[in-house]
């Protein structure tokens, strides 16, 4: 949408600049190092680095890690988003028995 309304001429527009805004947010930590590899036209990222990172080894596993994760906080996080796929289910049911 971004590109469309830029070729489309809306550099000025409310809509690029409300979009400007959120990627100009979202990017605010983006700073690092990534290595890419190149083959026959393919790009692979080998490895990344950044000091702002949000990894961590530490909570990456499902085992013990000092209380950062317990696994029975994914049961409610699965229930709510099944709720709208139930809903859009439902939904497109009662569409095509319609039709």
């Given at each position: 949408r971004?590109?469309?309304?830029?070729?489309?001429?809306?550099?000025?527009?409310?809509e690029r600049e409300?979009?400007q805004a959120?990627i100009?947010?979202?990017?605010?930590?983006?700073t690092?190092t990534?290595r890419?590899?190149?083959?026959?036209?393919?790009?692979r990222?080998?490895?990344?680095w950044?000091?702002?990172?949000?990894?961590s080894?530490?909570h990456?596993t499902?085992e013990e890690d000092?209380?950062?994760?317990?696994?029975?906080d994914?049961?409610?996080f699965?229930r709510?988003?099944a709720?709208?796929l139930?809903l859009?289910a439902t939904?497109n049911?009662?569409?095509?028995?319609k039709?």
């Amino acid at each position: 949408r971004y590109a469309e309304l830029i070729y489309n001429g809306f550099w000025f527009s409310p809509e690029r600049e409300m979009m400007q805004a959120l990627i100009d947010k979202s990017q605010e930590h983006v700073t690092g190092t990534v290595r890419v590899k190149l083959y026959k036209g393919s790009v692979r990222t080998v490895a990344r680095w950044s000091e702002h990172s949000l990894y961590s080894e530490a909570h990456v596993t499902f085992e013990e890690d000092a209380g950062a994760y317990d696994q029975k906080d994914a049961a409610g996080f699965i229930r709510l988003n099944a709720l709208r796929l139930k809903l859009i289910a439902t939904r497109n049911a009662r569409v095509a028995n319609k039709g």
